[in-house]
């Protein structure tokens, strides 16, 4: 289930990037979570069974990541890159933190964000590397070549805490989330408790209505609820679920995001429930090991949300069409699934047969 689920969120992304209005109670962020709640299950599970008591498994693991995510990474950066160059005012349009680093904007947003202007150079190294490759609407690189990366930078915290011997046992692993978990309920349930009250006055909701759902989206602490509500569902007991159940919480799952949402809070409460019904949804659904067009979606869930902001600016460069419209979401999504196929067919799938010699042959 977890592929199907993977490619489900992708779409949702790239839903919210190019005709918004078709999803009135949410945006990208939701999925975005939801991905965090897989990425805690996935990796809980690969550590556990693959890499913790494996000869030299922290070299393993993160050469194992490494080709994982930053082939496609890459890839899409430069695709960004040439986008941006040939058709620079469709990025800015496209997504306002695409922009070319030497450019007259690009130069003003650096000094915007206290960096000398003339080290432009430097916000090309997470560019390159991914290291530092944070949200640039709150503390990451000002302009950004593959908006989509700030999120698997963010990643790379979590899988510090794996191979680093925070997890080494399933007794150690499983009181750690489950600390994890607690500390970051208390930290949500205090901002909430705080934004309700801030929200009362009518000098701070402007201030709140902006950046509150910030303080939930783009920070370590944030996400290490998601994750570690993923990587706790890994030590439920497996069992047989009656199938009434399953099918409910994927229509729940999805109908999130179809509300409409009129104030900030309700924004943050989506935003949990949302994580906590892709966490239900990965326990009803024990994972498998698909074959056929389960696997090709959940590969392709990968470079389409890297890729989609790229595609869309040269689909915007070459019809003219802005986002947001029926027109350009017609052109843009048929685009954006066709480059994420060749990403897996041409780039992804034949660096898995190197992936599978990086495994330990303790593997069970």
């Known amino acids: 289930m977890q592929y199907l689920l993977r490619f489900m969120l992708s779409f949702l992304v790239v839903i919210s990037h190019f005709w918004s209005s078709l999803l009135p109670g949410g945006d990208g962020s939701l999925a975005v979570m939801g991905f965090y709640v897989i990425s805690g299950y996935v990796i809980t599970l690969v550590w556990s069974k693959t890499y913790g008591n494996a000869p030299n498994g922290f070299k393993r693991f993160w050469l194992n990541r490494f080709v994982r995510l930053y082939p496609t990474f890459l890839a899409s950066s430069v695709i ?16 306002r933190w695409m922009e070319l680093p030497w450019s007259p904007e690009g130069l003003k947003r650096i000094a915007e964000a206290g960096i000398d202007p003339s080290y432009w150079w430097a916000i090309l190294i997470p560019q390159i590397t991914l290291v530092g490759y944070q949200a640039p609407a709150f503390w990451g690189v000002p302009i950004t070549f593959s908006p989509n990366a700030w999120s698997v930078n963010m990643e790379l915290y979590f899988y510090l805490a794996f191979s680093f011997g925070l997890t080494a046992t399933f007794f150690r692993a499983r009181r750690f989330f489950q600390a994890a978990f607690l500390v970051t309920s208390t930290y949500f349930l205090a901002l909430c408790i705080a934004g309700h009250q801030l929200l009362s006055t009518d000098m701070m909701a402007p201030y709140i209505a902006i950046n509150y759902h910030q303080i939930f ?24 679920y009656p199938n009434v159940f399953k099918v409910s919480a994927f229509i729940l799952l999805f109908a999130i995001p179809l509300v409409p949402v009129p104030t900030p809070i309700p924004v943050i409460s989506r935003l949990l429930a949302f994580g906590i019904l892709c966490a239900i949804t990965l326990l009803l659904w024990p994972d498998t090991k698909p074959k056929g067009i389960l696997k090709l979606l959940g590969d392709l869930s990968y470079p389409l949300f890297l890729l989609h902001w790229p595609v869309g600016v040269f689909v915007s460069g070459l019809t003219g069409l802005e986002k947001n419209s029926a027109a350009f979401f017609i052109f843009a999504m048929p685009a954006s699934l066709s480059a994420s196929v060749l990403a897996v067919y041409f780039l992804e799938r034949p660096l898995e047969a190197h992936r599978e010699k990086i495994r330990p042959k303790t593997e069970t």
């Not at 960004?80 to 997504?95: K, T, V, W």
């Not at 989206?217 to 047989?240: D, E, H, M, Q, R």
């Open 217 to 240: 989206y783009k920070t370590p602490v944030g996400i290490a609820f998601f994750f570690s509500l993923g990587a706790l569902v890994y030590y439920f007991p497996k069992k047989a």
């Open 80 to 95: 960004g890159f040439l986008a941006i160059y040939f058709y620079p005012e469709a990025a800015r349009a496209i997504n």
